[in-house]
């Protein structure tokens, strides 16, 4: 059983482009989470997605972030216009109707 | 609103020895879940142990143990037997528990960063 699958693991974004971090959820699990870290700092609830609708965006910058959980596919983070204040690790994190949240690896965003 | 405050930024320890990493906590829910992760230094996040509110026995996973004192709001983590490998950082959270269902907002302390030394 795959656990939750993000990638890429790393992505190197000039200022002004646009980042895509993907995130598919363990199979079976229809909540997915985005956390950032900033270094040296805890992770930051980002948004709170079930298949196709956004529960929970409290934690989301107003402008230039934005996030899917479509009926097929990953869950996506689209990050438009970056600049260097959005370097960061993203985690996104998946669950069932239960407590226990399982986490991937992040991706590591490095705007230049 | 709920905070997690974790007041030690670095510790070490010998190895083989045991460490306390502490978290408080603050909240005006009744009904929440106290969390511990470990990120070592390749980034993932490693689920530890778990406790709830209403959990009357501290919870304890191997060689892990939450101390949690509810009238202190705190639920700090205990490793025995430190091992090199627990050398990373550690993370308190605390989700709000009066959602039903797998809604899983978790508040994140800033971390401890745990060196463990043989």
């Known amino acids: 059983n795959a656990g939750v699958m993000q990638n890429p693991r790393h992505l190197v974004r000039r200022r002004g482009q646009e980042a895509r971090l993907r995130c598919s959820p363990m199979?079976?699990?229809?909540?997915v989470y985005w956390y950032r870290q900033l270094p040296e700092e805890g992770l930051k609830f980002m948004v709170y997605?079930?298949?196709?609708?956004?529960?929970?965006e409290s934690g989301m910058p107003k402008e230039r972030f934005s996030a899917e959980f479509p009926k097929e596919g990953p869950s996506i983070l689209r990050i438009q216009q970056v600049v260097r204040g959005d370097s960061a690790a993203y985690f996104c994190?998946?669950?069932?109707?239960?407590?226990?949240?399982?986490f991937g690896q992040g991706t590591r965003l490095t705007v230049v | 609103a709920q905070k997690i405050t974790q007041t030690q930024p670095g510790m070490f320890v010998q190895e083989k020895e045991a460490v306390t990493l502490d978290c408080t906590y603050d909240?005006?829910?009744?009904?929440?879940?106290l969390f511990w992760y470990k990120q070592p230094s390749s980034g993932e996040m490693i689920f530890l142990i778990y406790?709830?509110?209403?959990?009357?026995q501290n919870a304890t996973e191997g060689r892990y143990s939450l101390n949690f004192q509810k009238a202190r709001k705190s639920a700090n983590l205990v490793i025995s037997a430190s091992q090199l490998g627990d050398s990373a950082m550690y993370f308190c959270?605390?989700?709000?528990?009066?959602?039903?269902?797998?809604?899983?907002?978790?508040?994140f302390g800033a971390g401890t960063r745990l060196a463990v030394h043989p």
């Open positions: 406790q709830g509110s209403y959990d009357e």
């Open positions: 959270a605390m989700r709000d528990e009066s959602f039903s269902g797998g809604y899983n907002k978790l508040i």
């Open positions: 997605l079930q298949k196709e609708n956004i529960i929970d």
């Open positions: 199979k079976g699990h229809s909540h």
């Open positions: 909240t005006s829910d009744q009904s929440y879940g």
């Open positions: 994190a998946s669950s069932r109707d239960s407590p226990e949240a399982f």
